[in-house]
């Protein structure tokens, strides 16, 4: 596809339940990221993948968060033991090239809403 | 650290008069500084960019928003509103320098547009 593709779009799961969200960036985009957005506010940075480099977790809350990037592609966040503070909505966004000086713009998936009964 | 202040949490404007959208920041090294709009249950759209040059850029629907160094800000405005901008705006920077490359986002402000 054209953008960037985010499954499930809506996922409910009970408290203590893994949960694996995908992201499929557009393609030749180097760089990936994943925010959480909680009830319509601000975007919380949680974790960045530029190529082959080390990603940036500096933002994921817990150790119960993790992410990986195969083949520089596809993105998969999971989340373990989910937790009710959980419930948000996860959007995957990817640039062109990622970096230092690096001037691009993100493009935004739907974001997959998770919510935690 | 780099950081986004959107001061109002919402902005209420009657159609066909003027907006804006107040956006500060602070960042190691020269700013890249951009806006972003994002409607009901919708991902967010880019609307405009500064990178360099130019203290007024213009962006995607009319939208527009000044570059102001002295006081750090990057404010987004629009000459005359329609009931469509109604939706939430975020303003994000990323740093030049260092290892700023992630972008960081505001907490957006909500745009209400009155008939």
């Known amino acids: 596809g054209a953008g960037v593709s985010q499954s499930p779009s809506n996922k409910v799961t009970e408290k203590g339940k893994d949960v694996e969200l995908r992201c499929d960036p557009i393609s030749g985009h180097t760089a990936l990221y994943w925010y959480r957005q909680s009830l319509g506010q601000g975007l919380e940075f949680l974790i960045y993948f530029q190529g082959n480099s080390a990603p940036d977790k500096s933002g994921l809350p817990s150790d119960r968060f993790s992410a990986e990037r195969t083949g520089g592609s596809v993105s998969t966040l999971t989340i373990q033991r989910t937790q009710q503070e959980d419930s948000a909505v996860y959007l995957c966004?990817?640039?062109?090239?990622?970096?230092?000086?690096?001037?691009?713009?993100?493009?935004f998936g739907e974001g997959s809403r998770l919510t935690v009964l | 650290a780099q950081s986004v202040a959107q001061p109002e949490d919402q902005v209420n404007v009657a159609e066909g008069n003027p907006l804006t959208v107040k956006c500060t920041y602070s960042v190691s090294g020269n700013p890249y500084l951009f806006w972003y709009v994002q409607y009901p249950n919708r991902g967010l759209q880019f609307l405009l960019k500064y990178i360099t040059g130019d203290n007024l850029v213009k962006g995607s629907y009319g939208f527009e928003a000044e570059f102001n160094k002295s006081q750090t800000s990057f404010h987004l405005k629009k000459p005359s509103a329609l009931v469509s901008d109604s939706a939430l705006y975020f303003c994000a920077v990323r740093g030049s320098s260092g290892g700023y490359n992630k972008l960081i986002f505001g907490a957006g402000t909500r745009l209400a547009v009155h008939p």
């Open positions: 966004a990817s640039s062109r090239r990622g970096g230092q000086g690096n001037t691009g713009e993100l493009f």
